[in-house]
């Protein structure tokens, strides 16, 4: 799980300064400051240092100095609390700018002037009320932690593999987590024939005639998806490959477009070196879930005459850390 608990500041003292205004400045005792934003999402996060909650409504945001009640606020904010900006009234400059938050004297409680930013930075205090940096992840609503990408292994290469062999069809539902592959052969991979393939699967009676799809599964964990950044998949498979993650496509290799049968040949034939090399695909992880997930996939041949088969997949996420 990712732990974003840190110990939380209090009795902040802000310097508010008011642009080209030479050496004024306004010290102010701050109830809540602008702890976090995005200039490409165009959201602002709040937080609150105290010991008590601190009412919304008297308070102001703006992009503007002149202009001080641009944006007023609502609702409240628990101590340690944050509170989250996402439907502002104007927009912040990729640029460059200033942001800031006034209270219903017109005095200003926090004014920070941020930097240019791609679109995957964001500019935060860290940790919460702390010194601000540039970033390259957010944490919208939450407590603010720097992140960083590390690589999971959900599925590794040379797994234990269930598979269907016997040129049958299984049910519509065999490519969801629930489904019941009991009955279903198991071995390890790189799976097939005619190769050095670690299980040796079968391809029915006739040499001449082979079957032209066999089915494999393989069923893993994950957890807090949310912090899954991206996700990689390697495929060894000789001929042709359609990979599905909790039953949605995630990798088509060497298979036309459409409806993909049990009868459907590959649209290419892997020879050489491409028979065991690894074909990497970047896809988007969304249909990882927390807790059970499977990955399905069925391998086509080229010909039913084919001499072999080869099959073997690994999945890997990167997530974010504060390591």
Same mark, same amino acid.
């Given at each position: ?15 508010? &300064? ?32 105290? /010991? ?12 503007? @100095? ?14 340690? %609390? ?70 999971? &292994? ?28 009991? /009955? ?18 079968? @391809? ?29 998949? %390697? ?11 909790? %039953? ?31 074909? &990497? ?39 974010? /850390?504060?390591?």
């Amino acid at each position: 799980m990712l732990l974003l608990a840190l110990a939380c500041r209090t009795n902040l003292s802000v310097n508010a &300064i008011e642009p080209d205004s030479g050496d004024s400045e306004v010290l102010v005792q701050p109830t809540i400051v602008v702890n976090e934003l995005s200039s490409s999402a165009d959201w602002v996060e709040l937080y609150n240092p105290g /010991t008590e909650s601190v009412g919304l409504a008297s308070y102001f945001l703006t992009d503007d @100095y002149t202009n001080k009640t641009k944006y007023p606020l609502t609702g409240g904010i628990e101590p340690a %609390g944050h509170a989250l900006l996402s439907e502002l009234p104007f927009g912040l400059a990729a640029s460059g700018e200033a942001v800031g938050l006034f209270d219903e004297d017109g005095e200003p409680v926090d004014w920070v002037t941020f930097p240019s930013m791609s679109d995957d930075e964001v500019y935060a205090r860290i940790p919460d009320g702390g010194a601000w940096k540039q970033t390259g992840f957010g944490t919208p609503g939450e407590t603010n932690v720097e992140l960083y990408l590390g690589t999971e &292994i959900l599925v590794g290469a040379g797994e234990t593999w269930s598979y269907l062999d016997g040129g049958e069809e299984p049910a519509n539902n065999w490519t969801d987590a629930g489904y019941d592959d009991s /009955t279903w052969a198991r071995g390890e991979a790189p799976l097939g024939y005619g190769d050095d393939q670690k299980t040796v699967i079968g @391809y029915g009676a006739d040499s001449s005639n082979k079957h032209v799809t066999t089915w494999f599964r393989f069923a893993f964990e994950a957890d807090d998806p949310e912090v899954i950044h991206g996700a990689v998949i %390697g495929l060894v498979c000789d001929d042709g490959c359609l990979v599905r993650v909790n %039953g949605t496509e995630v990798v088509r290799h060497a298979l036309a477009d459409g409806d993909v049968t049990a009868d459907m040949l590959a649209s290419e034939t892997a020879s050489g070196a491409a028979e065991y090399s690894w074909n &990497i695909y970047e896809f988007d992880p969304a249909p990882i879930v927390d807790g059970d997930n499977v990955v399905s996939v069925e391998v086509h041949q080229a010909s039913m005459t084919s001499s072999d088969l080869s099959f073997d997949l690994y999945l890997d996420v990167e997530v974010l /850390t504060p390591e």
